[in-house]
């Protein structure tokens, strides 16, 4: 059996203080085996740089997804095509820098292997990720069968679509974007764990991670702003995932949702 623990999109220090904090004893407790984390708000809420994806390293992550901010911060763009551990949506158009995906070898030689794709309902710029996965489905399971997708994807409808059409060729797809933690945990008919979203890791008092006073403001006002994050006490949202390491199927998924400090 491979566990593994997703943890739903970290946005800026609120959050990753509560990933340091937090993430050792639960992997003590767990006994997790592999360690995703969406890491594209890390920076200030917008974007990632190479030293706080160190920071996650550091603290237990194994592989960092992304999705729509992952430029925005330029300079990532020269060290995202180096660092394979951290993976944007394959389904950027060709030309694209970095990876769309990654096989993660495990110290006893177990490999998984992790796919990102974004949704395209309201949000521009990609490739079918329906086609994407196929493809990419393809090429993984030439390695392993263990195959995790965070779907980076607005949408609830096409989260869902989305599920049922890898049913069974996957072992869980794991929905982020939102920042809103869903109810809707399950496994499929053909042995797929599903989440619609697995959450937000940052602050607790904001909007999906953003100062709540400044998001009032532009409802009311309609003018922009520079957002900035929220402080003060962070949740802590995840998902862990139970995988046969044989077959490939998943066995159990579960919402994590702790508050820290």
Request: hydrophobic content about 40%.
């Amino acid at each position: 059996m491979i566990r593994v623990l997703f943890i739903g999109d970290i946005v800026g220090k609120t959050g990753r203080n509560a990933v340091k904090a937090l993430l050792p004893d639960l992997n003590a407790k767990f006994r997790t085996d592999l360690v995703i984390a969406n890491g594209e708000n890390i920076a200030g809420g917008f974007g990632l740089t190479e030293s706080l994806v160190q920071e996650l390293y550091r603290a237990g992550v194994h592989v960092i997804t992304t999705g729509n901010h992952v430029w925005d911060k330029k300079d990532f763009a020269a060290y995202i095509s180096k660092d394979n551990r951290v993976i944007r949506p394959a389904n950027y158009p060709p030309g694209a820098p970095g990876f769309g995906s990654i096989i993660h070898s495990m110290p006893d030689g177990r490999k998984v292997g992790v796919l990102n794709l974004s949704g395209r309902v309201f949000m521009s710029g990609y490739d079918c990720p329906f086609r994407t996965a196929e493809a990419e489905i393809e090429k993984i399971k030439k390695e392993t069968s263990v195959i995790i997708i965070d779907l980076h994807a607005e949408a609830t409808s096409e989260k869902v679509a989305f599920g049922y059409f890898v049913d069974g060729k996957v072992s869980a797809v794991i929905g982020t974007h939102t920042h809103v933690q869903t109810a809707d945990e399950k496994i499929l008919g053909n042995g797929t764990a599903y989440i619609t979203d697995a959450g937000m890791t940052g602050p607790e008092y904001s909007v999906i991670g953003i100062d709540v006073q400044q998001i009032i403001r532009r409802f009311l006002t309609s003018m922009p702003d520079r957002f900035e994050t929220a402080s003060g006490r962070a949740i802590f949202s995840a998902v862990m995932i139970d995988i046969d390491g044989s077959s490939g199927r998943a066995e159990a998924i579960k919402r994590l949702q702790l508050s820290y400090p």
